[in-house]
């Protein structure tokens, strides 16, 4: 007789940029007879592959994908919004019975699913919201992160200065609640997961990630990423738009907008890059219950790595 309390499997796949994940999850789904759900904030974009570093049909190897191609490049995606469509995949996939491998790098979509955080509440508070973007054009993006500094130095040391949207949301919570959004997070990880989980964070020595970087930033621009966003530019997105704030986005229009030239926007890609490494692998120190995989002791040897998070996902 089946066991109705038992919990539902839960594979997660994470780390930093460019560490490798893509070509593991497919192996290890493969293994477990899984499908992938990207959290990704930027492969839910149609037209924007290069950037993302999106995965191609052609490399997936007939394992189904979910969360990638789904939104025009103009509409807004946040955290509340993955929840609902990484939840809806997941049924899906639960009744196809497979196992869900949750995949990407976006730490608070991780948590938000694996711990089921409500957003339900969340009310439109758009009056303060369009005040803080005005601030922002007016007095400038740095303005604003040094605003956050000032009453959240934690989520002000995780949140980029450029990346408004998360700075106005820890702002815009601080003025409704008075407290900090940190303070709100810490408490939401300490909620219990309805699912049973593996959390696996793959990491590497910080010198051969911050050289896959490099190289992976020389790939798209060789791979023609000016040219994407040209089209992009193309179609009417700007610099305002939510996809367009996304690494390597952001920096090229730029360029192409006359505020700096090439070499300097691909500095700027390289560099914020790392940074975001740096803070991904702070936001995944800070999580409960991770399996860290680093591929150093690893040999470097997928195989011995599958090996390990197959037989995590058996003692389930």
């Known amino acids: 007789m089946a066991?109705?309390?038992?919990?539902?499997k839960l594979i997660i796949l994470t780390g930093p940029t460019a560490v490798g994940k893509s070509a593991l999850?497919?192996?290890?789904?493969?293994?477990?007879?899984?499908?992938?759900?990207?959290?990704?904030?930027?492969?839910v974009y149609k037209y924007m592959d290069i950037g993302s570093a999106k995965i191609r049909e052609a490399d997936m190897c007939g394992i189904p994908h979910h969360l990638i191609n789904i939104l025009m490049p103009w509409e807004e995606f946040h955290v509340a919004r993955f929840k609902q469509l990484a939840a809806q995949a997941l049924e899906g996939i639960y009744e196809r019975g497979h196992i869900p491998v949750i995949v990407g790098g976006?730490?608070?979509y991780i948590q938000a699913l694996l711990y089921d955080i409500d957003f339900s509440k969340e009310e439109d508070h758009s009056e303060i919201r369009k005040r803080l973007e005005t601030?922002?054009?007016?007095?400038?993006a740095e303005y604003l992160h040094q605003c956050l500094a000032k009453v959240d130095q934690s989520s002000a040391k995780l949140i980029h200065p450029n990346n408004q949207k998360r700075v106005i949301r820890?702002?815009?919570?601080?003025?409704?609640?008075?407290?900090?959004?940190?303070?709100?997070?810490?408490?939401?990880?300490?909620?219990k997961s309805p699912y049973s989980f593996c959390y696996f964070v793959l990491t590497d020595e910080r010198?051969?990630?911050?050289?896959?970087?490099?190289?992976?930033?020389?790939?798209?621009?060789?791979?023609g990423l000016v040219e994407e966003v040209k089209r992009l530019k193309d179609m009417g997105c700007h610099?305002?738009?939510?996809?367009?704030?996304?690494?390597?986005?952001?920096?090229?229009?730029?360029?192409?907008?006359?505020?700096?030239?090439?070499?300097?926007?691909?500095?700027?890609?390289?560099?914020?890059?790392?940074?975001?490494?740096k803070r991904q692998l702070t936001w995944f120190a800070r999580?409960?219950?991770?399996?860290?995989?680093?591929?150093?002791?690893?040999?470097?040897?997928?195989?011995?790595?599958?090996?390990?998070?197959?037989?995590?996902v058996k003692a389930l």
């Not at 010198?207 to 791979?223: F, H, N, Q, T």
Request: charged content about 35%.
């Open 135 to 140: 601030e922002a054009a007016q007095y400038g």
């Open 25 to 43: 999850s497919i192996e290890l789904a493969k293994r477990i007879d899984g499908e992938i759900v990207s959290a990704d904030s930027m492969q």
């Open 239 to 277: 610099s305002q738009m939510v996809s367009m704030q996304g690494l390597g986005y952001k920096e090229i229009l730029d360029h192409l907008d006359g505020k700096c030239t090439l070499e300097e926007s691909v500095y700027r890609i390289k560099r914020d890059t790392r940074h975001f490494a």
């Open 170 to 191: 820890a702002l815009e919570f601080w003025e409704l609640n008075g407290y900090p959004i940190s303070r709100h997070n810490e408490q939401q990880r300490q909620r």
């Open 3 to 8: 066991d109705y309390n038992k919990k539902r």
């Open 106 to 108: 976006t730490g608070f």
């Open 287 to 312: 999580e409960r219950d991770v399996l860290w995989i680093n591929k150093k002791d690893y040999h470097y040897c997928d195989l011995q790595i599958l090996e390990y998070m197959e037989s995590c």
């Open 207 to 223: 010198s051969c990630l911050y050289e896959k970087i490099e190289r992976r930033v020389d790939g798209m621009l060789e791979e």
